[in-house]
């Protein structure tokens, strides 16, 4: 962030201008060890580093893209009752889905959140992160952690909320989540803000789209 505010403070001296902002943005690589087999690989996370100089108040921001899959709870009772009931095999429904988590930096004095912190709470608020090594052990491995943690995109967005709001090194945030459906036609979006930083009254007509990750 200083490397940041250093350009950042050029620019405004070179062109005279009252206010100012720069984004970084950058894929970080994470080692990360399978659920089983004892394998490990790099996670690639889409991080974005933001300063921005408004009003002669300067604010850091850090936005990461964390990608998830998301068993619905609905569609696994569902199966269940199949199974059980009707003595029919039946599969429930999940996908991949993504958080855009934007915080304000508010470390001050303390300790600062640096990217593999950030990624930490995502994984503690929502433990289904998607994978990187995967045996046969790993799979079913990772369709148990999917039956024990099946949710909806509104509770994805509180559970992540909950975390964030916990942790003393962040100010005002926001979270877009999107599980991108196996089942609909269309995907399920939820947002939540804390503060006012980002409660703005209009979203980028495009910010959905950004949200697919192809790996």
């Known amino acids: 962030y200083q490397v940041i505010e250093h350009a950042l403070d050029a620019y405004k001296s070179d062109l005279d201008s009252f206010d ?3 984004q970084m943005r950058f894929s970080f690589p994470m ?3 399978s659920l089983r087999s004892d394998l490990e ?5 889409d991080i974005a580093l933001e300063v921005v100089d408004q009003g002669g108040v300067r604010k850091r921001f850090m936005h990461l893209d964390y ?3 998301s068993t619905c709870p609905c569609s696994l009772e569902l199966s269940e009752h199949a199974r059980q009931v009707r003595g029919q095999l039946a599969t429930p429904h999940s996908q991949r889905s993504v958080a855009r988590i934007s915080v304000e930096l508010a470390c001050g004095n303390r300790e600062c959140l640096w990217f593999e912190d950030l990624v930490e709470l995502c994984r ?3 433990p289904t992160e998607t994978q990187v090594m995967v045996k046969r052990e790993d799979e079913q491995a990772f369709a148990e952690l999917n039956a024990a943690n099946p949710i909806f ?3 994805a967005a509180r559970s992540f909320f909950e975390h964030l709001k916990k942790d003393g090194r962040i100010g005002d945030f926001r979270i877009v989540a999107s599980h991108q459906e196996s089942l609909h036609s269309h995907d399920a979006i939820s947002v939540l803000t804390e503060g006012p930083t980002f ?3 209009s979203l980028d007509p495009r ?3 950004t949200l697919i990750h192809r790996g």
């Open 20 to 22: 100012a902002r720069i």
């Open 31 to 33: 080692k990360v060890k």
């Open 41 to 45: 690989g790099y996670q690639y996370y």
């Open 67 to 69: 990608v998830y899959s």
């Open 124 to 126: 503690d608020a929502v």
């Open 153 to 155: 995109v509104e509770d």
């Open 199 to 201: 409660s703005g009254e």
């Open 207 to 209: 910010l959905f789209d």
